[in-house]
């Protein structure tokens, strides 16, 4: 009987051995996934990080364009005003002078009117007349322009002749808004 118990110790024994062993393995393999699970625990949180601060950069930058597109639809507004004013003006016409004629010269602008009292062969002629015309003129100087214009549309024909001025259609930008002011 002493055998069997001694049989039973050693069986025990080595049994113990065996359980002892096989839960270092698992408790060095559960170490193991969990130095891998934190491993990846804190790359998980550096990129949270990354993404908390990349949202925040990214809401700034909304921020600026929600403004920048405010402004720009307030400048859209602004235009479209301008633009409806501008479509609402009347109509401004040139006439070209001499067409066919190349001539060296400067680009005159001279307003040609006819008499309140001069009479009209049609209504269509007095409605076009009725503001007056600009005449685009090419000539050396004002006095020559004003020659020109006087040949084709005389006074004895009831057409008054107004100032002759340098084109503004040509002028630089910053001469037209200061002839205008």
Not at 17 to 31: D, F, I, K, T, Y
Not at 117 to 131: E, I, K, P, V
Request: hydrophobic content about 45%; proline content about 3%; charged content about 30%.
């Amino acid at each position: 009987m002493t055998a069997i118990i001694l049989y039973a110790s050693l069986l025990l024994l080595g049994a113990s051995v065996l359980v002892n062993r096989m839960g270092e393995r698992r408790v060095r393999a559960a170490r193991g996934e969990i130095a891998t699970a934190e491993k990846d625990i804190r790359s998980m949180e550096q990129r949270i990080q990354e993404a908390r601060k990349t949202l925040e950069t990214t809401r700034g930058t909304l921020g600026g364009l929600e403004e920048a597109l405010a402004e720009a639809k307030r400048q859209a507004e602004v235009l479209e005003r301008q633009l409806d004013a501008v479509q609402q003006a009347p109509m401004e016409l040139f006439h070209v002078f001499d067409r066919l004629e190349a001539r060296p010269g400067t680009i005159w602008e001279v307003t040609v009117r006819r008499a309140p009292d001069a009479l009209y062969t049609s209504g269509a002629m007095a409605a076009s007349w009725r503001d007056g015309r600009a005449y685009l003129v090419v000539a050396a100087n004002q006095k020559e322009a004003l020659d020109r214009v006087a040949q084709r549309f005389p006074r004895v024909n009831g057409y008054e002749i107004g100032p002759v001025l340098t084109c503004r259609l040509f002028l630089p930008k910053d001469a037209t808004e200061r002839k205008r002011a």
